[in-house]
């Protein structure tokens, strides 16, 4: 226990637990589902008002259903990333008229494997709850590599665990990915007529699946152009992000 | 292994072949391409197989097999241009067993599958476009040059993924429209190669299924199924919500983030958020259906303060009670006329009284509503009343059969009524939650009929600029502004302002409307239009705000509020120099004078 203590003040100091990055995590999630929807002009622009996050001016829809409808996402996805059930998030738009799907937003979890994070938790209970993350850290961990094997931006999937980051790094960095987002605009397709949203949720077949979620296919683009963007990464958790699009004919 | 493979292909060689014959194909020149087309197509199902034969998938190795040995059975009768299959031989060093298992079998259905050979000459236009790659090569049976190209990209280094790779790949081939005129072209063995392929794709296609083939992602498909055995995709399936406006504003990439005068402080407009005035309004009855503040273009302000009626005087700051009804009623609305000169008051027994302000007297009574008369418009000598029972009636005051016109829409008490500044058109609004345009001209039946509101509707605006556009705004459970145009009676614009709203207000000379709100703001806030950006949200009184009006001179708006006070506002004072003799009259006149009013 001597050992463990000062690794939980280390801890401490980057202040980041996985519960804490897992929510850091669902926020950037929260946060990105609103400015795809009004980068792409799924709603319209005066739906939207700016609040002041990670040193930017996001735009967060003011409608009420649309607020309503991803908090209702929001809450679930919490549950499954405190849970560590999940390695992937998407945001599929699709043409109404058409129902094809013309635009995908993947973003790329892996839990970082962090046995030394572990003790914060493990002095209560840590028994149960370590095999799972670890487990699912290697599956996303090899999902990962198999998916995005020319990465440039996710250099140290394995490093980054050694590295500690302030948060003020971190939010800088999702920062970086939002800007990125909004750049897109520029060289992604202008979607024309109306458009609608899903949200697709890659989950471990063990998790808990609510009634509002049921199984789907993965809505890939059919002959898609991809580009890889940014990522970002917390003490426990690697998120890159992934767009790809119809290519206009 | 050969026996087995001979006798699936021969099957599926049948049925295809009749089939595919059929659709009529078009002989073409035979050529080597042809062959190697043949090889090509043969090989490419066929050295996966090999791979896969070591994995584990003992089910799809199992069809391959058959494919493949119908190919080579095919390939091989048609092979009677011995040469490249000779070369065949030679070349495909590499996946030797099959190749040999494949010679087997073709030596074994050579004689059966003659009746094919014939028709050879065609495949080559098939075989084309197919294997454009393999064409570099000279020899015919490059295919397995193929292969390795396709593998290269990740198919190799993943042995299962290769083979899904193949397959895709060559399903969209013959399944696009390249293809199949390719195949068209094609002999009926070719075809029969082809389409075994097809049919052997469908197997395993079921494998890929959760990721639909594309030659882009064939990354994200070997990760796919890897992934697939350990993690579901879920989707959240309640349809997101419709958008809400009306118009499609796809455009918006064009436009700034924000209005560039609504974001940047440096643009905005500076607006005075404290009032000008504050007046004591001891009385005012805190009921939203009633209007009873009214400023004349003679820059007095008229309000009903229970059974009495005062006018402020702004240019003197004089306050006279003008009249005092009698105890069994009270003061329901107050209007005054377009001059100035007269102002009508609605009285709670449905009377409506008129009196000359200068003198001090009524000049008549009118009757006609048995139920208070909430809401007064005038239109040059016509004095449009509104009442609880839902009828609206039109008096012209001239004449001693003063009703002229009844207007039938609303089923509960009108509480909004505004003519539009031309006297063309009249709306009125009502606790029906109904918004009623009407065109002056023929009053029978309303020109539209709105019922967009989810509440009683007392805030009605004509827009001084655009004459077309009519602000409405709903009550407490509705909370919206509704824009419309009351020519086409489009609904154009909405805003949802979170509170009731109590009454609107354009700006004369900004681009700007205000809206008074109820609970729980009891505030006034400024929009820009047809932005809709909120300039300002003014926290005005401490209760409701009930009634507001304009300056003549438009800068001005004053306000009544349940907490009893009148208030003063100069939210839309003109740029210094811009207007300043328009000013004069009202506001720095006023400012002079204001010192000893007080309304009572």
């Known amino acids: 226990m001597a050992a463990a203590a000062p690794e939980k003040d280390k801890y401490k100091v980057h202040k980041l637990s996985l519960k804490g990055s897992a929510k850091l995590v669902a926020e950037f999630f929260q946060y990105s589902i609103h400015t795809i929807l009004f980068q792409r002009g799924v709603y319209p622009a005066e739906d939207f008002t700016a609040v002041k996050k990670y040193g930017l001016n996001m735009l967060v829809s003011s409608d009420d259903q649309v607020r309503a409808y991803i908090k209702k996402i929001m809450s679930q996805l919490d549950k499954w990333m405190v849970g560590g059930k999940i390695s992937k998030l998407v945001i599929v738009i699709t043409d109404k008229d058409t129902g094809e799907n013309i635009e995908r937003w993947q973003f790329d979890v892996q839990i970082l494997a962090k046995p030394k994070s572990k003790p914060s938790s493990s002095s209560s209970s840590s028994s149960s709850k370590t095999p799972k993350p670890t487990t699912t850290t290697s599956t996303s961990t090899s999902t990962n590599q198999e998916n995005t094997p020319s990465d440039p931006t996710a250099p140290s999937p394995s490093g980054t665990p050694g590295v500690e980051k302030t948060e003020s790094e971190i939010q800088s960095e999702i920062a970086a990915i939002f800007r990125q987002i909004t750049a897109s605009v520029t060289f992604l397709p202008q979607l024309s007529g109306d458009c609608t949203f899903n949200v697709l949720v890659y989950a471990d077949a063990s998790s808990e699946v609510p009634v509002e979620w049921g199984d789907s296919d993965a809505k890939e683009i059919v002959n898609g152009e991809r580009v890889q963007l940014r990522g970002f990464s917390t003490a426990s958790h690697r998120v890159d992000t992934l767009v790809s699009y119809r290519l206009q004919d | ?600």
């Open chain 2, 1 to 600: 292994m050969a026996t087995a493979s001979v006798s699936t292909p021969l099957k599926s060689h049948a049925g295809l072949f009749s089939s595919r014959t059929a659709g009529g194909r078009m002989p073409l020149t035979p050529s080597p391409r042809q062959r190697s087309a043949q090889g090509n197509t043969n090989s490419s199902p066929f050295t996966p197989e090999k791979l896969s034969g070591d994995s584990q998938r003992a089910s799809s190795k199992s069809v391959y097999g058959g494919n493949l040995s119908s190919h080579f059975a095919k390939a091989s009768s048609k092979g009677h241009r011995d040469s490249p299959k000779s070369n065949i031989a030679r070349s495909v060093s590499t996946p030797r067993k099959v190749l040999e298992l494949g010679v087997s079998d073709f030596t074994l259905t050579g004689t059966g599958a003659h009746n094919k050979t014939p028709v050879s000459p065609k495949i080559k236009k098939a075989a084309a476009p197919l294997r454009q790659k393999s064409t570099k090569t000279t020899l015919t049976y490059n295919a397995d040059r193929f292969i390795p190209n396709r593998g290269a990209s990740s198919a190799i280094a993943n042995v299962g993924s290769g083979k899904l790779d193949m397959q895709e790949k060559q399903r969209p081939r013959s399944g696009n429209g390249e293809a199949s005129s390719i195949l068209a072209s094609a002999t009926d063995d070719a075809i029969a190669a082809l389409e075994g392929l097809n049919i052997d794709d469908e197997e395993p296609a079921s494998y890929s299924r959760p990721s639909p083939s594309s030659a882009a992602y064939q990354d994200s498909l070997a990760s796919a199924c890897g992934v697939n055995v350990n993690t579901r995709i879920l989707q959240f399936k309640p349809a997101p919500p419709e958008s809400s406006k009306p118009i499609d504003l796809r455009q918006q990439y064009n436009r700034p983030l924000k209005p560039a005068n609504a974001s940047s402080a440096q643009f905005r407009r500076r607006i005075a958020t404290a009032p000008e005035r504050v007046l004591d309004a001891p009385g005012l009855i805190d009921d939203y259906y009633l209007n009873l503040l009214d400023w004349s273009s003679g820059n007095q302000v008229a309000i009903g303060l229970e059974r009495n009626v005062y006018v402020w005087s702004a240019d003197e700051g004089s306050v006279s009670c003008l009249l005092e009804t009698s105890p069994d009623t009270y003061v329901s609305s107050v209007k005054w006329s377009g001059d100035g000169a007269y102002v009508g008051v609605g009285l709670g027994t449905g009377e409506v009284q008129i009196w000359d302000v200068a003198e001090g007297v009524k000049i008549r009574s009118m009757f006609g509503h048995d139920t208070r008369v909430g809401v007064m418009g005038w239109n040059k000598h016509l004095l449009s009343t509104g009442a609880r029972s839902g009828l609206v009636f039109n008096h012209d005051v001239r004449i001693a059969e003063h009703k002229v016109a009844e207007l039938v829409s609303h089923t509960s008490e009108v509480c909004g009524l505004e003519w539009r500044s031309d006297g063309a058109q009249l709306a009125t609004g009502g606790n029906d939650n109904l918004v009623s345009i009407w065109d002056a001209r023929s009053l029978a039946v309303p020109k539209f009929t709105k019922t967009n509101h989810k509440a009683a509707v007392k805030a009605l605006a004509w827009c001084p600029w655009n004459m077309n556009l009519l602000a409405t705004g709903g009550g407490s459970y509705d909370r919206h502004i509704h824009f419309w145009n009351t020519t086409s009676g489009a609904r154009v614009n909405s805003i949802d302002t979170g509170s009731q709203v109590t009454s609107l207000r354009w700006s004369t000379h900004y681009r700007e409307i205000v809206s008074s709100s109820g609970f729980p703001d009891n505030s006034l806030s400024i929009w820009s239009y047809p932005t809709l950006v909120r300039n300002v949200e003014i926290p005005a009184h401490e209760s409701r705000v009930l009634h507001s009006c304009l300056s003549p001179d438009g800068q001005m708006l004053a306000t009544a509020a349940a907490d009893e006070s009148l208030k003063f506002w100069k939210i839309f004072e003109k740029k210094a120099g811009a207007g300043a003799g328009v000013a004069g009259a009202g506001a720095s006149g006023k400012a002079s004078l204001d010192k000893q009013m007080t309304i009572r």
